[in-house]
DNA sequence: CCGAGGTGGGTGAGTATTCACTCACCCCTA
DNA sequence: TAGGGGTGAGTGAATACTCACCCACCTCGG
């Protein structure tokens, strides 16, 4: 009980998105996994839904700042160490926000004013494809990566297994899913060489 | 009102799952839509849970059906008009079946009665993955794939660039999703061809 | 050095509303 | 006349949020 009441409401919030789901993360379970009175959450956060949208811009991880490193300075080790790394870090990165990110779906108009406070810092679901798509043209560029190959898609192809890879499996059933690690050296392989 | 009442019910849960999401869903509102009392809806289901799980059971549309048509017959086109058949549907697949199962994150319960039940029917969301590495790998028997491909990972590459884009792009604010058909011939031959 | 008073963080006990669900009853048709 | 499909009017439980009040701690004029 030594962290600020605010950090703790937070914790719990977000702890509870999780394990309960958005609809059972109630004002009552979260006062009291927080240990404190529904009442205090009100002096922290107008609303629950301020509570949610905090919980959404400074509880999630964000994957942007490692695409934009690497995108400015290229050349540093190979495409395919690079590319491991990426798809590693975008693994853990979806693992952790998408089932978050996907309860969103169930409240309309948490989504829509999540996605409003989203736009406004420049940001969205699409813009690590935006920064890799970057980063992949700048290895272009350098003339690691053919000249005729389409960026853009084969962005879309290496994110698009990272996040599948979130919600394709279930955690807790028959089907665990495939380590972040060899998961991503597998997929990077596989997209530099393709299959034809 | 011609259709039946059940049908209608149905319809009316559906649509409104996808418009104002599962949280809002109330037994009123469905009950409005579709045009009736909400005893009526208790007379053609025992509980709002459900009526959930017959949307998500009779509703969702399937993926695998193709995948097992083509992955017994593979030599009926070229590999690449398969993969960009393939493709395409899985991201209208995905485009109207993401949105509600992503709302199921939200309501945990939910989430493992309706796992539970894929689990029985022997389905589920990583089975479009194992669909379409079946397929590549009869492609491979067949020489038309390089032997030492990883057709798992081509399989993860492509599927989970379809399913991300049904959540990558906001549909209604100002990154539109591109265009199913286009998409789907960019990642294929991107995947053919490899990027290295 | 003191104490009056403001302030930020906290509480227990509500309240209005909404929710899923039920009940007694009805009506049409086989 | 029996019963499947329908209804209006509830019911208890749960929910987000409020209210009056509390208290430890700071500030600052005298």
Redo the contacts between chains.
């Keep these: 009980m030594q962290k600020p009441a605010r950090a703790r409401i937070l914790d719990a919030a977000h702890h509870l998105m999780l ?6 993360a109630t004002t009552k379970v979260i006062a009291k996994e927080a240990g404190c009175s529904e009442a205090a959450l009100y002096k922290h956060f107008t609303s629950k839904e301020e509570l949610f949208v905090t919980v959404l811009q400074e509880r999630l991880p964000r994957l942007t700042p490692l695409l934009d490193q690497l995108a400015g300075n290229p050349s540093a080790r190979s ?2 160490e690079n590319l491991v790394r990426i798809a590693h870090e975008a693994a853990l990165f979806y693992e952790q926000s998408f ?11 948490l ?2 004013r999540h ?1 409003a406070a989203m ?1 406004e810092m420049g940001t ?3 813009m690590p ?1 935006v920064g890799l798509d970057a980063y ?1 043209r700048a290895e272009q560029v350098a003339g ?3 000249p005729e ?6 962005a ?10 979130a ?4 955690a ?4 665990p899913p495939p380590p972040a690690d060899e ?1 991503a050296r ?2 990077v ?8």
């Design positions: 394990s309960v789901g958005l609809a059972r495409i395919e089932p978050i990110a996907a309860s969103l779906y169930a409240e309309t108009q989504k829509t996605e736009r969205g679901p699409h494809i992949l690691r990566i053919r190959a389409d960026t853009y898609a084969a879309s192809l290496l994110l698009g297994a990272c996040a599948q890879r919600f394709a499996y279930d807790a059933g028959q089907f998961f597998d997929l392989r596989t997209l530099l060489a393709g299959i034809g």
